[in-house]
């Protein structure tokens, strides 16, 4: 493949001369947070990035090695005064760093499992039977690479309802239709999280929107674009594209996951082409379009206490605050409950970060989830399927004796909070209220 999607490290000096150097960035990258190195920095590896373009565009081993250790939360994005487009960069550096990463045996292997199995969902849901057996009988019977993979998978009991079938097209219910949506089954979501993806189907249709919900495309790309690997990540983005596409028109495409959400946005830029930016234009993190209209029915008591944690890629790379949060407060006699700040630093779960930096992942981890139970939260929730499964694996670890809180998507609060109005027939229709 070649065209203006395909990006080299020199393309990205616009962005390094726009960074100031002053520092704000630091107090949210996780990296320098546990390191206090500044080549680990968001600001440290903006300078050795352009000392590589100053060079011609060629990457040594430490820079490798530095832009490798960078999680991608995007929280320095967010933080920057003056709007470095630091994702961008990041972007650019990830494949040139792949072509000079030299990395040992068992995590090239594990790099090469990961890729090959979980943005392809039939082959994701055979290796999750596969590791839910072995898992019984203990992950020590598991080759190192396979032992990694289980890091990108959740624990036994999240998204319990994943193999129910979901339907490919949901009539708006009650009252005036107020738009078709097309939704982003994707592949980890299909596999593990179906429930999550039902609850977003019934909740949009009782709000009055048509949902369409096509097998294609598989994946995003995302995890691939983290990878490094640009030349997959863009044909995944041309097939969705093309995939929704076949759809008709559509007012919008919604995700139930900060990382494909992001990345879906970033297709304009990688591409290059108008039907990629009009393609962007549509994506709406389902939160973010409940949040746009009043709603249309009714909301009943689920009294619960409920802590929830900040998808990064939500947060910061799609600017998607408010709106999460703004539906949970609609629940009546929910208690929405925000950890203490500093939690909102990374949890370490996003991308192949638990595979390729586990030490790394598991610290962060395990402060998101020391911040979490010290909520004393009877749920957690949160926007992102990978903040979801990593969480649920540092919850499951320590020996703790007390029940762990479950993780929910706050969609699935949601629809459980229209089903507890009482305002559903005995087929499971909802019966609409009028709109305010």
Do not use: K
Request: charged share 20%; glycine share 10%; net charge neutral.
């Amino acid at each position: 493949m070649s065209g203006p999607g395909l990006l080299d490290l020199t393309s990205g000096q616009e962005h390094v001369r726009s960074c100031t150097g002053c520092g704000a960035c630091l107090e949210t990258c996780p990296t320098y947070i546990l390191w206090g190195q500044e080549a680990d920095s968001p600001r440290g590896r903006i300078a050795m990035i352009g000392e590589a373009i100053a060079a011609g565009g060629a990457v040594d081993g430490e820079l490798a090695a530095h832009i490798d250790s960078c999680l991608g939360c995007m929280a320095c994005v967010s933080a920057c005064p003056s709007g470095v487009s630091y994702d961008a960069l990041l972007a650019r550096a990830r494949p040139a760093v792949e072509r000079r990463r030299r990395r040992a045996a068992p995590e090239r292997a594990a790099r090469r499992l990961a890729l090959a199995t979980v943005p392809h969902p039939q082959r994701l849901r055979a290796a999750a039977s596969v590791l839910e057996t072995a898992e019984r009988l203990g992950r020590r019977r598991l080759p190192t690479p396979a032992s990694a993979l289980a890091g990108l998978t959740p624990a036994r009991g999240v998204g319990a309802r994943a193999q129910e079938s979901l339907p490919a097209r949901t009539p708006a219910r009650g009252g005036p239709p107020r738009g078709r949506v097309a939704l982003l089954l994707g592949c980890a979501q299909r596999v593990f999280f179906g429930d999550v993806q039902r609850a977003a189907i019934e909740v949009l249709a009782a709000e009055g929107y048509e949902v369409l919900a096509p097998a294609l495309p598989d994946c995003c790309g995302a995890l691939e674009r983290h990878a490094g690997e640009q030349r997959a990540a863009l044909a995944r983005a041309e097939q969705t594209i093309a995939g929704f596409a076949g759809l008709g028109g559509v007012d919008h495409i919604v995700t139930t996951t900060g990382g494909c959400g992001a990345e879906l946005r970033r297709y304009g830029e990688m591409l290059g082409t108008p039907q990629a930016r009009a393609f962007s234009a549509l994506v709406r993190d389902v939160s973010e379009l409940l949040a746009e209209r009043p709603s249309r029915v009714a909301r009943g008591p689920v009294p619960i206490r409920v802590a929830y944690h900040a998808s990064c890629q939500l947060e910061h790379a799609q600017d998607v605050r408010g709106q999460p949060r703004a539906l949970l407060a609609q629940i009546p006699e929910l208690e929405l409950i925000e950890p203490c700040t500093d939690s909102y630093v990374c949890c370490g779960g996003v991308g192949l970060n638990p595979v390729l930096r586990p030490a790394t992942a598991a610290e962060l981890g395990d402060h998101a989830v020391l911040a979490l139970r010290a909520t004393g939260a009877d749920v957690i929730a949160t926007g992102g399927h990978d903040c979801a499964t990593h969480l649920s694996r540092r919850l499951g670890l320590g020996g703790a004796v007390a029940p762990q809180p479950p993780i929910q998507h706050p969609i699935e609060l949601v629809w459980r909070s229209i089903q507890a109005a009482d305002n559903a027939d005995p087929t499971g229709s909802v019966i609409p209220v009028p709109d305010r």
